[in-house]
Each structure stands twice: as structure tokens, then as C-alpha cells.
Nanobody, 125 residues
Framework: QVQLVESGGGLVQAGGSLRLSCAASGRTFSSVTMGWFRQAPGKDREFVAGIRWISGITIYADSVKGRFTISRDNAKNLVYLQMNNLKPEDTAVYYC??????????????????WGQGTQVTVSS
């Protein structure tokens, strides 16, 4: 089992920045892909960014590309989401996710087997 705990959310003005962290514990050796998803009230959970744990290959949703950066510290079992130039539409609960199985598609939430509790990001205009 892999446990994931997100942190770093908060309230920020449009144009500001936040860095989210996801601490992974448990069977972290099984990590293949780590992802960030977000869910706004009344909306489906949507893919934000993903990273291959070993290779560092990343993929981003079009809505955040150029503004967000996903990274990981393998030694510390941490995954980060650096969010710059935040927009009100970025407001959501952000979830860290993990899969121990390889999938070519980073973005499908059904491909992930572990999820964190989420951290709220609110961007004011």
C-alpha cells in the first residue's frame, strides 16, 4: 500500500504562485507514475500533471502547460507541483495520485490506484 499526503494548498491571488507537495510512504518502490489531479465543486476530477517516477518524463494538461511544473525528489519520496501565474479557474482541491502499474496514458484517473486526501487551492481574482 502507498499512502499519499498532500500539503501546500492555500489562498493566493491571481498571478501568484504555490507549491504543492505530496509525501509518499509505504510501498514506494512500486511507484511507476505519480500524478496530480484537481476537482472543483460540482465538476469531475481532472488530470493536471503526471511524472514517471524513474525517468522523470512529464505530461501536462493543456490548461496548465507553461504555468505548472511537476517534479519529484526520489530520495525523499516527494512529488511537487509548482504552480505559477495562478488563475481563478485553477481553484480546486488538488489530489496526488499513484499507480504501480504502467500505463501509456498519464491522464486517466482510472489508471491510478492510490490517492491522497487532497489540498485546497483557492485563487482569488
Amino acid at each position: 500500500q502507498v499512502q499519499l499526503v498532500e500539503s501546500g494548498g492555500g489562498l493566493v491571488q491571481a498571478g501568484g504562485s504555490l507549491r504543492l507537495s505530496c509525501a509518499a510512504s509505504g510501498r514506494t518502490f512500486s511507484s511507476v507514475t505519480m500524478g496530480w489531479f484537481r476537482q472543483a465543486p460540482g465538476k469531475d476530477r481532472e488530470f493536471v500533471a503526471g511524472i514517471r517516477w524513474i525517468s522523470g518524463i512529464t505530461i501536462y494538461a493543456d490548461s496548465v502547460k507553461g504555468r505548472f511544473t511537476i517534479s519529484r525528489d526520489n530520495a525523499k519520496n516527494l512529488v511537487y507541483l509548482q504552480m505559477n501565474n495562478l488563475k481563478p479557474e485553477d481553484t480546486a482541491v488538488y489530489y496526488c495520485a499513484h499507480t504501480a502499474r504502467y500505463y501509456s496514458d498519464f491522464s486517466s484517473r482510472t489508471n491510478y490506484d492510490s490517492w491522497g486526501q487532497g489540498t485546497q487551492v483557492t485563487v482569488s481574482s
